[in-house]
């Protein structure tokens, strides 16, 4: 099965089950699954339920769960990849980088239903940082790790071809304050500037355009010099590999490769707009996949809310993927919790925009007509997350049977019940 | 002291006090408190440290705290309120409805040096409701609480002047699903409903006016009308109110009487900027003072995530106040760890607007620049909250000194710090 091939001949099952799940005409999938404005990742080895991601769809979010060198439990990333489904992830990314990553992937892939996403470059290179340093990775073993990932059944997975020795010269002369913030960018740029060669990821594009042809998986281009401040956002570097993914996804197209960009990161809310419709621009309409973005770097602890603000802006201007970020990011690996709260953010977010292009206002209408009725069963069903609405109405030790401990007795709803006869209206 | 007449005269300590803290020329704040588009909310019997809300200022946020009739615990209240200062709430309201309310309000005041603001119509409405109905409401009683919560020291109140019988007869042949959420609007409407009379707030507007030079309280002026789900956003009855609204900001301008405007409540983003902009015509630039807004319902015990993504939009586009949600909204009366988490996401959404507008970007670059040092004790002081960083950062049994529990060793900033050497950048 070649996704883009089949939907430039017609409707495949991929595209009928994308368009039945979003209520949407499957010609209009079909239509952006061919030119390229609609993803939907799909290793046959994985074969996950059908998720498009892009122009027209409604907006999705991605969880990231994984092991680090410090926090190596294989049930502890299941546990979270189950509460992530089960709250709504419409993907989920493994980016373990300790214990035993290739047994954690396998079972995330065995879990889950959603499409999964990798970073490969991240195993390859702390494999060699372990062994010796990151920039002895060797060039086959870049390209052997996304084979190895790809056979494993991921669905999409992020490659940082946008860097190159020209981008890195570029980032020398930078006035910016965090410089390289994105790992995998890192390993990419370290690497550039000790062997002084090119990316190899950028050099063999080709080549990896015919492993993705070949194993069936989405690229995702990595954003490696996305701003890591608010000081450093929509700046050259962040620009400059802009253009060079421009031009990355053009020739993905041109093989039929299924390929999303990914986008920053810290951006001010001033910025958000111009840096969607600059992306939808210059990529020409390439699903844009952002991180957040976080409005300000001053909230360690809520960047989720950060994060939230960020990416429903900039999902209401265009972005059509979020990855969600935890009340952890900036400072340790998130827990279950963590990863629950994040996604309920993010899932917040993607809604709050969708709603704003008009999509999903029967869920809002049938909360508000619950909440008119004060009917708490019918709230808890419509909310994002049931079991907290649950708790924080029992924790009020209210005496009512129908309104809450904040007004008791004062409700606006009840008293209006009482003298408001509306013409015509119950 | 009258604050309006004295700014039109010339500059008072209050104005030199207001410019100070926001970094501003004093004849800017002077201009703005003569012509109302600035408000220092500021009792002399209270007399609170300078706060000054409008144009061209940063962005404000307000706490409301108070007891309710099933939760009555008057020391959990003033510890809200010194944590609601200790984490940066410009103002506290308080918004008790159960136990000893005078005594609850004379200690808040006793204890906050922030404006305290209240909604006097609550204790006289629920006052006649628990001893007959909120609608045997008497006219008298209603000036007779302002006049108390007056000598009291309240700064500023809440007065729901634009509820009309005709008004309420607008509302009746809406199509509204939520018709009136706000406590003091249904008192009102019902009020008007029964009794057949106009709502005695307008009617003797003019008296009102004299009460608050008299006492010299900041009017803020409730949108009782205000929509309670995404569906009555932005409809005929909300602006009907604004309009209402807008002839009485000139009203108390006449008579030097500085007045805020109160707005929603809920509101789809794309309805946000729309909101702003109509208030900020309508009542000629009046600082505008707003619930939320929160842009999707289906988010009980995450709207303060959702009101945070509001107030953000809000504020970047020219709200000047924010009143916080905390994660108990539509649930239960928030406990003291719920203010505190409703103010920081309040706060977040009130910096992430000004750094749009080009305020307050130092302190990101401090925070960026401790990030690039890898250096977690200058991180934290720059943090809205440098406890919850210290904790989340402790719990992830790190083994590095340096980074943290999620990237360990893979650690973007250590390794561009060994190989990125910038041309004449240390």
């Not at 470059?121 to 790809?150: C, P, W």
């Not at 494993?152 to 071809?161: E, I, S």
Request: hydrophobic share 40%.
């Amino acid at each position: 099965m070649a996704i883009v091939k089949d939907a430039k001949l017609g409707l495949s099952d991929l595209v009928r089950g994308v368009a039945q799940k979003e209520g949407v005409d499957p010609e209009f999938v079909r239509k952006g699954v061919a030119n390229g404005r609609i993803v939907i990742p799909s290793n046959p080895v994985h074969s996950p339920d059908p998720c498009g991601i892009g122009e027209g769809l409604s907006v999705k979010v991605n969880v990231n769960i994984g092991t680090s060198r410090d926090i190596q439990k294989i049930e502890e990333e299941l546990e979270k990849a189950r509460i992530a489904v089960r709250y709504g992830a419409d993907t989920i990314m493994d980016l373990s980088t300790g214990g035993d990553i290739d047994l954690v992937r396998k079972k995330i892939i065995e879990t889950v239903r959603v499409p999964v996403g990798t970073v490969p470059i991240y195993q390859t290179g702390l494999k060699a940082a372990r062994e010796s340093a990151v920039v002895d990775m060797d060039e086959d073993d870049i390209f052997n790790g996304i084979v190895k990932h790809a056979k494993d059944g991921v669905d999409f997975m992020t490659v940082h071809c946008g860097i190159t020795e020209e981008s890195v010269e570029y980032l020398k002369k930078s006035k910016r304050v965090t410089d390289v913030v994105s790992r995998g960018g890192s390993f990419l740029v370290a690497w550039i500037l000790y062997n002084e060669k090119e990316n190899p990821l950028f050099k063999n594009f080709e080549y990896l355009l015919e492993l993705a042809t070949e194993h069936e998986f989405a690229l995702s281009l990595g954003d490696g010099l996305r701003p890591g401040c608010i000081h450093d956002a929509t700046d050259g570097p962040q620009l400059q590999e802009l253009i060079i993914l421009g031009d990355l996804v053009r020739r993905a197209r041109e093989k039929e490769v299924q390929v999303m960009v990914e986008g920053p990161g810290h951006v001010p809310i001033n910025q958000i707009e111009a840096n969607v419709r600059v992306e939808k621009t210059v990529c020409d309409g390439a699903p844009f996949y952002v991180l957040g973005p976080l409005v300000t770097d001053i909230a360690p602890g809520y960047d989720h809310i950060s994060g939230a603000i960020g990416g429903a802006l900039a999902a209401y201007f265009g972005a059509d993927f979020l990855c969600y970020v935890t009340p952890a990011e900036h400072l340790s690996l998130p827990d279950v919790e963590d990863v629950k709260e994040g996604l309920i953010a993010s899932k917040l977010a993607a809604h709050a925009a969708d709603l704003g292009k008009g999509r999903g206002l029967e869920r809002d209408l049938r909360m508000a007509q619950a909440r008119k009725a004060l009917d708490w069963e019918r709230m808890f069903k419509e909310a994002l997350d049931p079991e907290k609405g649950r708790l924080y109405r029992s924790r009020g030790v209210t005496k009512e049977s129908e309104g809450c401990s904040m007004c008791g007795d004062v409700c606006a709803i009840k008293i209006l019940r009482d003298y408001l006869k509306k013409d015509g209206v119950c």
